[in-house]
């Protein structure tokens, strides 16, 4: 593979205003993977809600995707997802200007680690962000579309390991394979109030947060951040995982629901996918890399205004 296929240019399949009148709420969306489908949602007409607890990021991307020039708009919104009182809130401030079509169970906290030195704070973080706050947001929002007779649309942005489970971050793998029978369950039971869930499963993109949490020590990385592990030889571009949101949230799949999607270029087929590889690590490199993953966490704490 050269240089220049890993950087050729995605294809963009959609009409500029295919998500035109649809409003959204993409959770974690003021970085990483969430400002990216944020910004694709944006692109094709939908008016993007990005929430987290960080409201100078979210500021700062909703002022960048529409520097742009996108056809719809990107506004922030301060939550902790972690609080159901805080999301009815939100909900009810949303509402005020119409209701919600559409919801991205993206936000998330993960890191690698022996699973023998996690503490239970250290548990907790992650647990209470993947799993409830997930649960918290798509309940208080289905609970909203139920009662008003309205039609919603959720993707929950996943990971391949909720197929296969994952040493060195073992509470991750936990509390998204939880939201990934969370969307085969809902889905029937929500399905006939015509309400779709879906999910989706990224395999290697990288975005500087997350990947100073899992690759801290990037001459030691493991498969499920190698791009040479992957069939197509290649790490996936944002464009990609943006078609395939804009997809399962537009008018063209109506019949698709409780279904998770990989996107990964086949690297769940073809071990290594997963962190296995780390347990080569010594004391000594695992003591880097906690040393690194803390100063990460330390400066996104700082940044936050709630939580």
């Given amino acids: ?181 969370m969307t085969m369950s809902l889905a029937v039971e929500w399905g006939p109030y015509g309400i779709r869930l879906n999910a989706v499963a990224p395999g290697p993109f990288p975005t500087e947060g997350a990947w100073e949490k899992l690759n801290p020590i990037p001459e030691t990385s493991a498969g499920a951040t190698q791009s040479d592990q992957v069939p197509l030889r290649r790490f996936g571009r944002m464009p990609e995982l943006q078609n395939l949101m804009i997809f399962l949230m537009s008018d063209g799949c109506d019949y698709l629901t409780g279904q998770t999607i990989a996107v990964d270029g086949g690297h769940h087929l073809a071990a290594p996918s997963t962190f296995a590889g780390l347990s080569d690590l010594t004391d000594m490199q695992w003591s880097a890399a906690r040393e690194r993953i803390r100063a990460a966490s330390e400066r996104d704490k700082q940044q936050r205004t709630v939580g």
């Avoid at 959204?24 to 987290?52: D, E, K, N, P």
């Avoid at 999301?87 to 680690?113: K, S």
């Fill in 1 to 181: 593979m050269t240089k220049s296929d890993a950087a050729a240019p995605v294809g963009l399949p959609f009409r500029d205003d295919a998500l035109a009148g649809k409003r959204i709420l993409v959770t974690g969306g003021g970085s990483g993977l969430g400002a990216q489908i944020a910004r694709g949602f944006a692109r094709h007409g939908a008016t993007v809600y990005i929430c987290g607890r960080r409201e100078a990021v979210l500021a700062e991307t909703a002022a960048e995707i529409a520097a742009e020039g996108v056809s719809g708009k990107v506004l922030p919104v301060v939550c902790d997802l972690r609080r159901p009182e805080m999301i009815d809130e939100m909900l009810e401030r949303i509402w005020a200007d119409g209701p919600l079509t559409g919801l991205v169970n993206n936000a998330a906290a993960n890191f690698v680690a022996p699973t023998k030195t996690l503490s239970p704070r250290g548990y907790e973080a992650v647990r209470s962000t993947v799993m409830d706050g997930s649960f918290f947001v798509t309940l208080a929002l289905g609970k909203r579309w139920i009662a008003e007779g309205l039609r919603g649309s959720v993707i929950s942005n996943l990971v391949t390991w909720v197929w296969t489970g994952s040493a060195f971050v073992v509470p991750a793998a936990m509390a998204k394979t939880a939201i990934h029978a």
